[in-house]
Structures are given as structure tokens and as C-alpha cells.
């Protein structure tokens, strides 16, 4: 499935490692610039985001092993732990700056997939409680 022109080596890595645009744009950001290490308080200046969803977002993509903590100070550097999340990462960056729709859609078509599941679950138990009473 190729949704919005996307790759499947993108789509695989927006479906694992990113949930909101703001996750992205820290991302991309940190990758754009691997001259310095980032701290939270800078990277809210540069993207007008709060010190705190900064800290939140640069930590979860830490976890995700795609930055490297810088030394003692809460700084990070773009760092993938793996080589195919370095060409992923520069895929989607092209794809971000080419189709940037494209890619907000799919990054928000993602938890609405998990929702519709759980809702479709819960259609389910209930009409085999209707059909158990009836």
C-alpha cells in the first residue's frame, strides 16, 4: 500500500516511531542540525512549543533510539541506533518537505486505525450480549 505516495520503509517508521506532528518536528529539527546538541528549552524556542512537551517528545524519540543524550546535560543529538532509521529518516524528511499533507494524514490516520478497532470491539461484545439475550 503506497497511502499518499508515502514509501513503505516511511510509513513503517511513522507507524513505529511517530504520533503527532510535533513528535516530527523535533525529529526533523535535530536531524537538520547535528552541529549542536539540543537542549528542551531550545528546541521549544525553535518550534514554539513548550519546555515540557520539548523534554517529552525528545525523551520518547531517545526511547525509540533515534537520539543520543548528550554527556550529562539534558541535550540530545540525532542519532539513530540503527542504520535503516538514518535512510528512513532522510526519506521522510524529503517527503515532510514535498508532501507535507501527505504525511500529516498519515501520521493522524494512524490512532484513528486503533480507536475504529476498539470501537469496532466494542459493536461486537455488544451484539453477541444482544444475541445471548434475545
Given at each position: 500500500m503506497t497511502d499518499a505516495g508515502l514509501s513503505s520503509r516511511v510509513q513503517r517508521f511513522i507507524t513505529t516511531h511517530i504520533d503527532s506532528i510535533e513528535k516530527l518536528e523535533v525529529l526533523l529539527l535535530l536531524r537538520a542540525r547535528t552541529d549542536r546538541a539540543w537542549s528542551a528549552s531550545a528546541v521549544a524556542l525553535e518550534l514554539r512549543i513548550t519546555e515540557a512537551s520539548a523534554a517529552r517528545r525528545m525523551a520518547e524519540l531517545k526511547t525509540g533510539g533515534l537520539l543520543l543524550?548528550?554527556?550529562?546535560?539534558?541535550?540530545?543529538?540525532?542519532?539513530?541506533?540503527?542504520?535503516?532509521?538514518?535512510?528512513?529518516?532522510?526519506?521522510?524528511?524529503?517527503?515532510?518537505?514535498?508532501?507535507?499533507?501527505?504525511?500529516?494524514?498519515?501520521?493522524f490516520s494512524r490512532p484513528m486505525d486503533r480507536v475504529r478497532g476498539f470501537a469496532d470491539a466494542f459493536v461486537f461484545k455488544q451484539d453477541k450480549d444482544k444475541d445471548g439475550h434475545g
Open positions: 543524550q548528550d554527556g550529562v546535560a539534558d541535550a540530545y543529538r540525532f542519532s539513530p541506533d540503527r542504520s535503516d532509521d538514518v535512510q528512513a529518516t532522510a526519506e521522510l524528511a524529503s517527503a515532510y518537505a514535498a508532501r507535507r499533507v501527505s504525511v500529516i494524514s498519515f501520521i
